[in-house]
């Protein structure tokens, strides 16, 4: 595994957790993390007290905010970083969390740890918000020139319908 695509996999997890509100149920990689590294989900009750650090540090990231959001997220959740082989010892990676760790605990370690890299530009991962009237999704821009300005082709084509209706009624 590249260290790049695994910081890219925990930030999705960050913004799924954040766009939904919830650790449970999430499908995709966010789902395949979890599972992989024998978390229990946390409860919504216990992602509560998650989700505002959680959220400003993505705004943060986005550059809505200062970036030393970020360092509240960390000091709150601090990376427990360590060296893993659960791929085998020719594909060692770092690790933020322990695996099999509580659910909010292997959570908010894990996407501090990657939105603090994320922040510093170390790995080449792009967060965005969605530029849609009324959507303001999180999404993580792996488009080849991290230009992407929307966080799904459902909102990019109502905003482009929504902008010719216009032109047309003027």
């Not at 322990?98 to 994320?118: I, K, M, Y």
Request: proline share 5%.
């Amino acid at each position: 595994m590249l260290y790049g695509d695994y910081i890219a996999n925990l930030t999705q997890l960050a913004v799924d957790i954040c766009n939904t509100g919830t650790a449970r149920g999430l499908d995709g990689i966010s789902a395949e993390l979890m599972t992989a590294h024998r978390v229990t989900p946390p409860s919504d009750e216990e992602l509560a007290e998650l989700l505002p650090p959680l959220r400003a540090a993505l705004g943060a990231v986005v550059g809505e905010a200062d970036v030393l959001k970020v360092n509240e997220l960390l000091s709150g959740y601090p990376p427990n970083l360590h060296v893993s082989l659960h791929d085998g010892p020719e594909h060692a990676h770092l690790h933020h969390a322990h695996d099999g760790e509580a659910g909010l605990t292997w959570v908010g370690r894990s996407c501090a740890a990657a939105l603090a890299h994320v922040a510093c530009g170390v790995p080449d991962v792009s967060v965005g918000r969605c530029a849609a009237a009324d959507c303001g999704r999180f999404f993580v821009d792996q488009s080849r020139n991290r230009s992407r300005k929307f966080c799904s082709n459902a909102c990019a084509s109502r905003t482009t319908v929504a902008a010719y209706r216009a032109r047309k009624r003027a």
